[in-house]
C-alpha cells in the first residue's frame, strides 16, 4: 500500500513561484505513474498533470509552460515547479499514484492519494 504526503505548500503573491514535493512509501514507487490534481473552494477536482514512470509528461491547459513535473525515483518523490502563480491557481493540490502503464487526467484511475497540500496565490 503506497502512501503519499504532500509538503511545499503556501502563500504566494501574483507571479511567483513554488515547488511542492510528494514523497511515497510503503511500495515500489518507480513502478507508478503519478498524477497531480487541485481542487479550488467549491470546484471540482481537476487534473493538473502527470508523469509516466518514463519520465514522460502530459499537462493539463491551464498550466502548460508554467507548470513541470519531474521525479525521483531513488527518494520516492515526485515534485510539481509551478511558476509564474496566478490567482486561479489557488487550491488545494494533491499527488496521487496509479498502478497503470499510461497517463490517466481521470480521478478514478488513481489508487492512492496524499491528503493535499494548500497553495495560495494572493495579488
Known amino acids: 500500500q503506497v502512501q503519499l504526503v504532500e509538503s511545499g505548500g503556501g502563500l504566494v503573491q501574483t507571479g511567483g513561484s513554488l515547488r511542492l514535493s510528494c514523497a511515497a512509501s510503503?511500495?515500489?514507487?518507480?513502478?507508478?505513474?503519478m498524477g497531480w490534481f487541485r481542487q479550488a473552494p467549491g470546484k471540482e477536482r481537476e487534473f493538473v498533470g502527470a508523469?509516466?514512470?518514463?519520465?514522460?509528461?502530459t499537462y493539463a491547459d491551464s498550466v502548460k509552460g508554467r507548470f513541470t513535473i519531474s521525479r525521483d525515483n531513488a527518494k520516492s518523490t515526485v515534485y510539481l515547479q509551478m511558476n509564474s502563480l496566478q490567482r486561479e491557481d489557488t487550491a488545494v493540490y494533491y499527488c496521487?499514484?496509479?498502478?497503470?502503464?499510461?497517463?490517466?487526467?481521470?480521478?478514478?484511475?488513481?489508487?492512492?492519494w496524499g491528503p493535499g497540500t494548500q497553495v495560495t496565490v494572493s495579488s
Open positions: 496521487a499514484a496509479d498502478a497503470g502503464t499510461i497517463f490517466s487526467r481521470i480521478s478514478g484511475a488513481y489508487e492512492h
Open positions: 508523469i509516466l514512470r518514463s519520465g514522460g509528461t
Open positions: 510503503g511500495g515500489t514507487f518507480s513502478w507508478y505513474v
